[in-house]
């Protein structure tokens, strides 16, 4: 199982309303997510700044394939873009992948 992470930036004033969209996240964007093999998703921050963490059962390669060529995803990054910034990778469409220095198990 490959590990994937991202960072992206909420948008100053923005944290309750970005808290809450992901309390209620559309059920069609869990299945995207799910279809692309991805578990254990968490997001985290720290003031402005959030740091994404998700295990991908066939690799980031295919999730963000999969991702990539989804209208649902389209459609939630649309609806993220005014409480959030993020830099798409404009290759895969996806968050740019961090690259891991340390992993301890």
């Given at each position: 199982?490959e590990?994937?992470?991202?960072?992206?930036l909420i948008n100053?004033g923005c944290l309750?309303?970005?808290k809450r969209?992901?309390?209620?996240?559309?059920?069609e964007?869990?299945?995207v997510?799910?279809?692309?093999?991805?578990?254990?998703?968490?997001?985290?921050?720290?003031g402005?700044?959030?740091?994404?963490?998700y295990e991908?059962?066939?690799?980031?390669?295919?999730?963000a394939?999969?991702?990539?060529?989804s209208?649902?995803?389209?459609k939630?990054?649309?609806?993220m873009?005014?409480?959030m910034t993020?830099e798409?990778?404009?290759?895969?469409?996806?968050?740019?992948k961090l690259?891991q220095v340390f992993?301890?198990e």
């Amino acid at each position: 199982m490959e590990r994937y992470a991202w960072k992206g930036l909420i948008n100053p004033g923005c944290l309750e309303e970005y808290k809450r969209r992901h309390n209620e996240i559309w059920p069609e964007m869990l299945k995207v997510l799910k279809e692309a093999g991805i578990r254990n998703y968490t997001i985290w921050n720290v003031g402005d700044e959030l740091f994404g963490y998700y295990e991908c059962e066939q690799g980031a390669d295919y999730a963000a394939k999969v991702q990539a060529k989804s209208p649902v995803v389209a459609k939630w990054n649309e609806y993220m873009k005014d409480v959030m910034t993020m830099e798409m990778d404009p290759v895969t469409g996806a968050q740019p992948k961090l690259q891991q220095v340390f992993f301890m198990e």
